[in-house]
């Protein structure tokens, strides 16, 4: 007699029960793909700044029409050969209000000391558009152009004349039909205007009567009339006439800064340095490579700019030894100065000519201002 049956099914096998272990380790899995999900689709409300495109003032960039050309020219003044170079730096931003970097482009970027992560407000103003943003670089790169060229004639001893130009109007102007665009305004009351804070302070001291305003025009000397009015502006009371100025010059000889799809008035003071080395005899830089930044005014002043770290960094992959830092952003640069890259603090154009000067004739560096702490 069989105590088995051939033909009877096998019995199922007995399920094995997934361990704790096991079974934590799934949840993990499942927990981290979930929250990759996340950090890639969920948006956020920063965005990345990073070193951006270099562009040598000494050398020449390419043109609308593909063809290279020098980013400095001049016409009317004798002109002299280069070596070296003053290099003017960029920062690029990643992302916008129509686009934001993920979560992990965020975390890659803040354990990179050459990136910044920055609220998107401080970049995009709410209500700002990013092609609105774009226009307003434009406008103080064409005016950080002008500034630059005035300093750097008028530190050469050219004769550069300040002007008062219109802009443009605002709606409800009480100079409407008055004043026009690219008007230049000469004088008020018989007392010549030549930079927007004189014009400012001279319409407010008038406390709201009737401004003659003295105005060329295509040409033509004319004489308005034009009655402030009072508003609030910053969080200040003054009288406006209700138009946006735009300091502008007239130079003795021409210069040209060839450089598109660059915005904001941070290259100022290389334009300067680059402007005098062109129209000075003899090599300014010795050869050296200089990198720096700043905005620059008519006077020669030097001012702070956004994203200094970005540009030390990029200073430093492009070559650079040497960096003109300016003076207000000295607190920014402590403890984060790339290895193999000298700073220097200027506050001036006679500053920065100086640090070059000593740099490429091998003086004394030591007793050149630097951005220290405290």
């Known amino acids: 007699m069989s105590l088995f049956d051939e033909n009877a099914p096998a019995p199922a096998p007995r399920r094995r029960r997934m361990s704790r272990a096991s079974l934590a380790g799934l949840w993990a899995v499942s927990f981290s793909l979930i929250a990759l999900l996340i950090l890639t689709v969920v948006p956020t409300s920063f965005v990345i700044q990073r070193p951006g495109p270099v562009y040598d003032t000494l050398g020449s960039v390419a043109a609308g029409d593909g063809e290279q050309r020098p980013l400095i020219s001049v016409s009317g003044a ?11 730096l960029t920062v690029e931003v990643l992302g916008n209000r129509e686009r934001t970097p993920s979560w992990l482009e965020l975390a890659a970027a803040w354990f990179d000391p050459a990136r910044a992560v920055v609220p998107i407000d401080e970049i995009f103003p709410a209500g700002v558009t990013t092609e609105q943003r774009n226009d307003e670089n434009a406008a103080l790169m064409v005016d950080s152009q002008k500034e630059a060229t005035a300093a750097a004639l008028s ?11 219109v802009f443009q109007l605002a709606d409800d102007s009480p100079a409407a039909g008055l004043l026009e665009p690219d008007d230049v305004i000469r004088s008020v009351d018989g007392e010549s205007v030549a930079t927007t804070a004189a014009l400012r302070d001279a319409v407010n001291a008038a ?9 060329d025009r295509a040409g033509e000397r004319l004489s308005v009339e034009v009655t402030p009015k009072q508003m609030t502006v910053d ?10 100025i735009a300091q502008d010059f007239d130079f003795p000889i021409d210069v040209t800064l060839q450089l598109d799809n660059v915005g904001g008035p941070s290259a100022g003071m290389m334009f300067a340095l680059g402007i005098i080395d062109t129209l000075t005899p003899g090599e300014l830089t010795g050869g ?19 994203g200094i770290r970005q540009k030390l960094y990029g200073a430093k992959d492009a070559g650079a030894e040497w960096f003109l830092a300016p003076e207000r952003n ?6 984060h100065i790339p290895d193999g890259l000298r700073v220097f603090s200027v506050a001036d154009l006679d500053d920065a000519l100086s640090v070059v000067e000593t740099v490429s004739t091998g003086g004394d560096l030591d007793a050149l201002p630097s951005c220290t702490a405290g």
Request: charged share 20%.
């Open 78 to 88: 004798e002109t002299f050969p280069t070596s070296g170079s003053l290099d003017l």
């Open 155 to 165: 530190e050469l001893g050219y004769d550069v004349t300040s002007l008062v130009r």
């Open 207 to 215: 406390g709201g009567r009737p401004l003659t305003l003295e105005v």
């Open 235 to 244: 969080g200040e009371t003054r009288w406006v006439i209700g138009v946006t």
């Open 288 to 306: 050296e490579r200089f990198a720096g930044t700043g905005t620059i005014d008519a006077t020669g002043t030097v001012g702070p700019i956004g």
């Open 330 to 335: 000295c607190n920014e640069v402590v403890g």
